[in-house]
């Protein structure tokens, strides 16, 4: 394999495993910055997805004041392109990581990137919770608390997993276009390796690496939502 690969990919072949251009490099690099990211954002996700669900007109606590923030920055922060929220958020990321390329750095714009899109899919997602199993469970007298974990989480976490396994594979996509302007990883590797040199079969394993990691979340994510599932 290692001489077929000299012999007819020479610049991947060149790259090596080791080095800070290496494959083995950026695989982890990608790898941080999607799960760094997604984490971070997901966690965010969740707290503005419950939030826009609990204080709707609907919910269990509306709060009309608390709902309209919530749903302003999730749309305000859907509608930003992210090539342009790297670019806006740049100032933010000098201060929070004291530098504005690396893999560290793309985890703030991916951050705020990733999260109100996640938010809204956790929106929609609890919302497909059965009205009537929480009128239930207030009826037996179960707290806020109990309802969130009880109900909305053990009830919705197959569209959970899923909606996260979409978020997941964006996050890919994302670390790719933030890799193309300096943030590291595959999408380094793809454009300022591969395109910009000349070095198309750099560029070509780097896409293909980056389907394998899209095709194994999509894998993973949908044996976790088929175990937890209801149906």
């Not at 954002?41 to 919530?70: C, H, M, T, W």
């Not at 009880?150 to 594979?169: K, M, N, P």
């Not at 390796?193 to 394993?205: A, E, K, L, S």
């Amino acid at each position: 394999m290692g001489h077929f690969i000299e012999t007819y990919l020479p610049n991947v072949y060149a790259l090596g495993w080791t080095g800070d251009m290496s494959w083995g490099q950026a695989i982890w690099e990608t790898i941080y910055m999607t799960f760094g990211a997604g984490i971070i954002g997901g966690i965010l996700g969740l707290i503005f997805g419950f939030g826009l669900v609990l204080s709707a007109e609907d919910g269990i606590k509306p709060n009309r004041s608390v709902y309209q923030i919530f749903d302003k920055v999730v749309s305000i922060g859907r509608a930003i392109p992210f090539i342009i929220m790297l670019a806006i958020v740049a100032p933010i990321t000098q201060l929070l990581t004291g530098t504005i390329i690396g893999p560290t750095a793309a985890l703030v714009p991916l951050t705020l990137g990733v999260f109100p899109f996640f938010a809204r899919q956790v929106q929609v997602a609890l919302l497909s919770v059965d009205p009537g199993k929480i009128e239930a469970a207030q009826a037996f007298g179960a707290t806020d608390r109990d309802i969130i974990f009880d109900v909305y989480i053990r009830e919705g976490r197959s569209e959970l997993i899923r909606i996260s396994t979409v978020t997941l594979i964006s996050m890919v996509g994302l670390t790719a276009m933030a890799g193309a302007i300096g943030g590291g990883g595959l999408g380094t590797t793809a454009i300022a390796t591969g395109y910009d040199r000349f070095q198309f079969d750099v560029m070509w394993v780097a896409t293909i690496i980056l389907l394998i990691f899209i095709i194994i979340i999509q894998l993973v994510g949908d044996l976790l939502a088929k175990r937890y599932s209801h149906k």
